[in-house]
Nanobody
């Protein structure tokens, strides 16, 4: 069982930045594929970014060049640095851990608005 706790969401103006954090429990965090997903009102949950245990990353086309996913295995934490935020980035952002089984955090709201 893995527990995931997200933090760092909030309200930001267009063009601003936020950094999301996801702290994980468990001693084998380093083995998990970690991801960030988001869900906007009325839309399906979608993958934003993913990072493997070996540090390989992939991103949704809509966030490439603006968002960066990273992990600190010593702190059992995964981050999502979000720059040049746009109103269409507004959503609840969820942390995900996958290693055969799949675990989700409770989500953190990101609102991009002037």
């Amino acid at each position: 069982q893995v527990q995931l706790v997200e933090s760092g969401g909030g309200l930001v103006q267009p063009g601003g930045s936020l950094r999301l954090s996801c702290a994980a429990s468990g001693s084998i965090f380093r083995l998990y594929v970690m991801g960030w997903y988001r869900q906007a009102p009325g839309k399906q949950r979608e993958l934003v970014a993913r990072i493997t245990s070996g540090g390989i990353t992939n991103y949704a086309d809509s966030v490439k060049g603006r968002f960066t996913i990273s992990r600190d295995n010593a702190k059992s934490t995964v981050y999502l640095q979000m720059n040049n935020l746009k109103p269409e980035d507004t959503a609840v952002y969820y942390c995900n851990a996958y290693l055969g089984n799949e675990f989700w955090g409770q989500g953190t709201q990101v609102t991009v608005s002037s």
